[in-house]
């Protein structure tokens, strides 16, 4: 890539407010792989028709572990450890996806009870405190952060001390944050912690036990207490991130409100695939590294440049989603969506999330007689876009 100056190309991410795809995705339609300036200043191919998108997920020439190399064109600095970023990977290799799969299972004894009573304890709340309400800070986030506590098996009332760490670890820097790794090393030494304390159960619970079987000798606690780090903070900053664009569309679109207020049991759960589709949480793209030459479309790609997966423009693609901004519980496809990633990568936590949005939203939309919603959705999308574009430097107690 070296037709065109780096500062002459167009910036990734678009401006992105939440309520509508930014008008820089149409354009894109007629040119599906085109070069964007990244945050970080590097080059990169955004990819945004849904076939194209789909190959480069599903292609093993594309690595998402290299994106953390050393050297490499970047989207955004880095705010977690580089080893951290292949996550799923390394508990594959560790030994331990068996028991994190176990974890995440939707199926869990007790969990779709405890689920159903924290949403109502929280709407509960919301009604008795009267507007205006705060759905992401006093729904969404308590309610995943709650989750993903029990998940864990660590006290729900530290979720609020690990919540504080995400809004820095997700962001989309242009520089390395030095708040970033001390909330990294607060986090870790906290879950650390939480292996020697008899109190703990959950999958920290099973990850501490694993230390006197020879068979896991090679684990440190460092590493069983990254596990209960990263498991936190990807999953509570998607959950949550969902939920709230998803009470977004609830809020500002009246197809939306119509299709999940009308109708019976089961109504959320039948537009739950449709929900993910429109869902526009994400807002940057999905990094990978380009491991030799590849043909895309009409692109030639070369090994050790960045691409860059626009899933939002993916999920819109009239191409795949004929009237993709025409909200239809009932398509036949939309459980093709990209919202949960594809390939090697694909979320593992998929059944889980897809529940535990329902049940949230179900209960919600089953008290809205009681609830005003009102509230200024500016300011509610603006702190669901985790992915902001931030100012050149950071103090350190951002």
């Not at 109502?120 to 405190?129: F, P």
């Not at 860059?308 to 909200?327: C, I, S, T």
């Not at 535990?356 to 669901?384: F, G, K, S």
């Amino acid at each position: 890539m070296t037709a065109v100056m780096t500062h002459d190309l167009p910036a990734f991410p678009f401006d992105w407010d939440g309520t509508r795809l930014p008008a820089e995705v149409e354009a894109l339609r007629a040119e599906p792989v085109r070069r964007v300036r990244t945050i970080a200043g590097a080059e990169a191919w955004l990819v945004s028709s849904y076939e194209l998108c789909r190959q480069v997920l599903e292609d093993p020439r594309f690595s998402l572990k290299d994106t953390s190399a050393p050297g490499v064109p970047r989207q955004y600095a880095l705010t977690i450890p580089p080893h951290v970023v292949n996550n799923m990977g390394n508990i594959t290799g560790a030994g331990l996806r068996k028991a994190v799969m176990k974890a995440i299972n939707p199926k869990a004894p007790g969990l779709e009870e405890w689920l159903r009573a924290r949403a109502g304890a929280l709407v509960d709340a919301l009604v008795a405190e009267g507007a205006p309400g705060e759905l992401r800070g006093a729904y969404a986030d308590p309610y995943s952060a709650g989750l993903h506590c029990r998940m864990l098996g660590i006290p729900e009332g530290d979720g609020p001390r690990l919540l504080r760490s995400l809004d820095v670890a997700f962001m989309n820097a242009p520089h390395e944050i030095e708040a970033a790794r001390l909330h990294w090393d607060r986090d870790i030494a906290y879950m650390t912690e939480r292996l020697d304390d008899p109190a703990t159960g959950g999958l920290m619970a099973e990850l501490a036990a694993l230390r006197e079987d020879p068979e896991y000798a090679h684990l440190t606690d460092e590493m069983l207490a990254t596990v209960g780090v990263t498991l936190f903070g990807a999953g509570v900053i998607s959950t949550a991130g969902f939920l709230t664009m998803a009470l977004v569309s609830v809020l500002t679109r009246p197809d939306v409100r119509e299709a999940l207020t009308a109708g019976g049991a089961g109504r959320v759960a039948g537009a739950m695939d449709e929900l993910l589709r429109v869902n526009l949480s994400i807002g940057d793209g999905l990094p990978r590294l380009a491991l030799e030459d590849v043909r895309l479309g009409e692109v030639e790609v070369r090994a050790g440049e960045l691409v860059l997966v626009l899933v939002e423009a993916a999920n819109h693609d009239p191409g795949h989603f004929p009237d993709p901004l025409v909200f239809r519980p009932d398509r036949e496809n939309a459980a093709d969506h990209l919202s949960f990633g594809g390939g090697r990568h694909y979320c593992p936590a998929t059944a889980l999330g897809k529940r535990h949005a329902e049940i949230a939203l179900e209960t919600l939309l089953d008290r809205l007689p009681e609830l005003r919603l009102a509230v200024p959705v500016e300011q509610l999308v603006w702190r669901t876009n985790f992915m902001k574009r931030l100012p050149e430097r950071l103090p350190v107690a951002w």
